[in-house]
């Protein structure tokens, strides 16, 4: 059909198109046979299954592309590929599940081998688990990993073969071993050692088997049985014995442990009568009839034999003049039969053993008819392990008694003294003789004190440090912390004993630390007016008594008397600790100092010279108490003793106005005037600020002030 459409084709190329043959209708597009072929491909549309793609028709070669190219009416049939289901997405598929198409779908993969798709545990290749799967599909279950178990009721490591468990994952108290005869008794297992139990503890099938005790009926109760007559048992029955050999059981004096005697019995059992009998008597041969026995030629019997002897101590019973009772004396013959030839002949020297070979010997001796060998024929070395030593010999330095004068070393050792604490002299009082010196040991014996080392001849010897420097003599107390502080006693602020001038030994509080140290406090004050006011005095009081602690925190005054005594180097020191103005805790202290100032104290009246300080911390020159000087600032408010004029700068206590309470310690200058170290109560206060009085006159309250010369 083809070919005549192609034939009418060509015989019609002359037409033009649009024009029409006989009997045949023109289309659009110039088909001779009326269908079209629109997508060129030599396909008309009743042949061509998609005229719309030029490489679909009935010649196309069929692709996967879920098309069917060749027209066939099958759709990329032979060219699509099978698809597993991939649930578990182990990369393993199903092949019971599949799809047919050209590209993997989404939980499929190209594999379908999977034997358990509902598992990522179970798939070709997997290890093989202990879990009821056929992990590596291999058509078996927990193959290799399956083993027979045993229950170890007992725990004594063998399992009983009766109580078989088949499973990869036994429980606790199952084991391997199906060896246990009883899984009850933890003493029965194989290898076992059988003891005498009544149970079959090695699991031979026997029990107590070479292990039970044979014992002997015992009628007489001798401790022996009847041999014939015998029971096994762990323990000894009663009316048994464990030996054997009693040869009449109804005679407990008769047994194979009863002594032989001579009475016609046959007391031990062994067969004959009194043969061994224990009271049987030895006679001995007397040949040479010297009334001594030859020990070598012996009879037992009940009665003596004729030519015998009781006595055995003959040595040669040929000669007569050798017995027990004879003289031994050097002759090469053991006269006496003591065994020894010639060793104790009563004529023999006597030799003295000389160990050290130096010809004198020692203590030991021996008795011989001739010098032995390595002894001497005196005792007169005095120590016979030593060559050294010997009453020929010079003495030296050896430890050694050279000479044998009976002393060591004398006239050429040389006493040291230990030297305990390490700081070059000795103590005279634990020494050594000795050729060298021991360690830690030397000639010097001047050490006071050898457990330490701060202490002898050599040392520095401070105020109050005792005798530091071994000659005898405590040495003296410092009279000032300022002496203390020169004299290289210092440890510290903190309280000391000092010789005072006139007060004598008293405890002081020295600040060993403020611009140099060496000050002593004289006076302390403290917030609290039930303390202070300890101090508010007449001039006799302030001037005869010490009042109050010197320790930290305390009120305190010195005796006044005193007070010139320790104006050394003319230096004051006011310490203010201020009143923190938001609660009331110290501040940081505040530190002030006055020189060139002189005290100048009578009995009756106490002036100061002027000070040089960056404050004004006496308002006048003159002591001021309840009786003396401005008495009226003293008395009207509660002002303890100090240099005022109407009043105070630096007030050691101050009431009325000031402070509605009571009494306080004050100052006008703590928030003006920096002290010493460049501070004032802004730098030294928690809240920036010492606490005002209360009638805002521009003065700052203080927790402690302390005032302190040098």
Not at 390 to 399: A, I, Q, Y
Request: charged share 25%; glycine share 10%.
């Amino acid at each position: 059909m083809r070919l005549s459409r192609i034939l009418l084709l060509l015989t019609t190329l002359g037409c033009r198109a649009g024009e029409k043959l006989d009997g045949v209708e023109s289309t659009d597009s110039g088909s001779l046979t009326g269908f079209l072929d629109a997508d060129s491909d030599g396909y008309e549309s009743d042949e061509d299954c998609d005229d719309a793609n030029s490489t679909v028709n009935p010649s196309a070669e069929e692709i996967c592309d879920g098309v069917d190219n060749n027209c066939d009416g099958s759709v990329d049939e032979g060219v699509s590929s099978t698809f597993y289901a991939d649930t578990d997405a182990d990369g393993f598929g199903d092949a019971e599940n599949t799809a047919e198409a050209c590209e993997v779908p989404a939980g499929y993969v190209a594999t379908g081998t999977d034997c358990n798709d509902t598992t990522d545990e179970a798939y070709p290749g997997a290890g093989e688990q202990c879990d009821d799967i056929d992990n590596d599909c291999d058509g078996e279950i927990d193959e290799e990993l399956i083993g027979t178990w045993y229950a170890d009721g007992d725990s004594d490591s063998f399992g009983d073969p009766a109580s078989a468990l088949e499973t990869c994952d036994p429980p606790a108290g199952y084991i391997t071993d199906d060896t246990d005869c009883d899984d009850t008794e933890p003493a029965a297992y194989p290898g076992g050692v059988e003891v005498c139990d009544e149970v079959d503890n090695n699991c031979d099938g026997e029990t107590d088997e070479g292990v039970t005790t044979t014992y002997y009926q015992d009628t007489d109760g001798d401790s022996f049985g009847i041999s014939d007559k015998t029971t096994a048992a762990c323990d000894l029955p009663t009316g048994y014995a464990t030996a054997p050999g009693d040869c009449d059981d109804t005679d407990a004096a008769i047994n194979p442990d009863a002594e032989e005697i001579c009475d016609g019995e046959d007391n031990d059992c062994d067969g004959d009568a009194d043969s061994d009998a224990t009271d049987r008597i030895t006679w001995y041969a007397d040949s040479d009839t010297d009334g001594f026995g030859d020990a070598s030629s012996s009879v037992a019997a009940c009665e003596a034999p004729s030519g015998y002897l009781t006595d055995d101590t003959d040595c040669d019973d040929t000669d007569a003049a050798v017995n027990p009772d004879a003289d031994e004396v050097c002759n090469e013959i053991d006269d006496d039969c003591d065994g020894d030839i010639d060793t104790d002949a009563t004529d023999k020297t006597t030799y003295y053993a000389d160990s050290d070979g130096d010809g004198y010997g020692g203590t030991s001796s021996t008795e011989a008819c001739d010098l032995p060998s390595g002894y001497a024929d005196n005792a007169d070395d005095c120590d016979d392990g030593e060559a050294l030593s010997n009453p020929g010999e010079v003495e030296v330095c050896d430890s050694i008694d050279n000479d044998c004068d009976g002393d060591t070393d004398e006239g050429v050792t040389t006493v040291f003294y230990d030297d305990a604490d390490g700081d070059g002299f000795g103590d005279a009082s634990s020494s050594v003789v000795s050729c060298e010196a021991p360690s830690g040991y030397l000639t010097d014996d001047t050490d006071c004190d050898d457990t330490d080392a701060a202490i002898n001849p050599d040392a520095d010897e401070p105020c109050g440090s005792g005798d530091l420097d071994c000659d005898g003599a405590e040495a003296d107390t410092c009279t000032s912390c300022l002496e203390a502080l020169d004299d290289g006693a210092s440890t510290g602020d903190g309280l000391y004993t000092i010789d005072h001038s006139t007060l004598g030994e008293i405890e002081v509080y020295c600040d060993m630390s403020t611009d140099g140290g060496g000050w002593t406090l004289l006076q302390r004050t403290v917030w609290d007016w039930s303390e202070s006011s300890l101090l508010l005095t007449d001039y006799s009081d302030w001037y005869a008594y010490t009042l109050g602690d010197p320790d930290v925190g305390s009120v305190y005054r010195m005796a006044g008397e005193g007070w010139g005594d320790l104006n050394e180097d003319l230096d004051h020191l006011i310490v203010i600790t201020a009143r923190d103005s938001s609660d009331g805790s110290d501040c940081d202290p505040l530190y002030y100092i006055g020189t060139a100032g002189t005290l100048s104290i009578s009995s009756t009246a106490t002036t100061s010279s002027s000070w040089t300080s960056s404050v004004t911390m006496m308002n006048a020159s003159t002591l001021a108490t309840t009786d003396t000087g401005s008495s009226s600032c003293v008395n009207s408010y509660d002002a303890v003793p100090w240099f005022y004029s109407s009043c105070c700068t630096t007030c050691p206590t101050f009431a009325s106005t000031y402070w509605l309470d009571e009494a306080h310690p004050m100052a006008s200058y703590l928030d003006t005037t920096a002290d010493e170290y460049g501070y004032t109560d802004a730098d030294v206060c928690p809240s920036g600020a010492a606490i005002p009085n209360d009638n805002s006159s521009s003065y700052e309250g203080a927790n402690v002030m302390e005032y302190l010369i040098r």
